[in-house]
């Protein structure tokens, strides 16, 4: 079966924010799912190996998983898919420990530091890795408030004040 999402949707920003984190491009099990969990209180999930997405919202799609066949600034159309492997992605957000981690604040243009986001979170990572800038300026869209890294091998962490849109992005090696 196939949605069509359009900004009318109550769920359309959820969606938008987690259809970002797949790549129809490539054609791997899973990768360009979007899958509601019925077993947790409300959340719309994707991943494509590199970063995850997750809103963290009750959903008025169906329980399942999801291709993401378009995506554009006004709709995103799903079609219903089969069962698919779909990564452990709670495995993820238990290995950035995010209560060990100091959480920063994105600055806010005016208070005399003006870098941009993306370079806030540079700075505070690990000098010989990096992250994919396409990746971040998407997570912004939505997660622009905080964030937090750990050690060069494990994700950034995005997020909104209220922890509705969250994004977990894999460095890269320099």
């Known amino acids: 079966m196939r949605r069509e999402m359009t900004k009318?949707?109550?769920e359309f920003d959820a969606i938008k924010f987690c259809a970002f984190a797949t790549l129809p491009e490539k054609?791997?099990?899973?990768?360009?799912?979007?899958a509601y969990l019925k077993a947790e209180p409300g959340?719309?999930?994707?991943?494509?190996?590199?970063?995850?997405?997750?809103?963290?919202?009750?959903?008025?799609?169906?329980?399942g998983f999801y291709k993401v066949e378009?995506?554009?600034n006004s709709?995103?159309?799903?079609?219903?898919?089969?069962?698919?492997?779909?990564?452990?992605?709670q495995s993820i957000v238990d290995a950035c420990?995010?209560?060990?981690?100091?959480?920063?604040?994105?600055?806010?243009?005016?208070?005399?530091?003006e870098c941009t986001p993306y370079s806030a979170v540079i700075r505070a990572m690990d000098k010989e890795t990096t992250l994919n800038y396409g990746y971040v300026e998407q997570a912004l869209?939505?997660?622009n408030e905080v964030f937090s890294v750990g050690d060069s091998l494990s994700p950034v962490y995005l997020a909104d004040s209220l922890g509705l849109y969250e994004a977990f992005i894999m460095p890269r090696t320099m």
């Open 70 to 72: 378009r995506n554009t």
């Open 8 to 10: 009318a949707n109550v």
């Open 27 to 34: 054609k791997v099990s899973g990768v360009f799912c979007l």
């Open 43 to 63: 959340r719309i999930v994707a991943t494509d190996g590199h970063r995850l997405h997750v809103a963290n919202m009750s959903p008025t799609l169906e329980p």
């Open 75 to 89: 709709a995103v159309s799903l079609l219903s898919m089969q069962a698919v492997e779909f990564p452990n992605y």
């Open 141 to 143: 869209q939505y997660a």
């Open 97 to 113: 420990n995010l209560t060990k981690r100091e959480t920063h604040y994105f600055p806010t243009f005016g208070s005399g530091d």
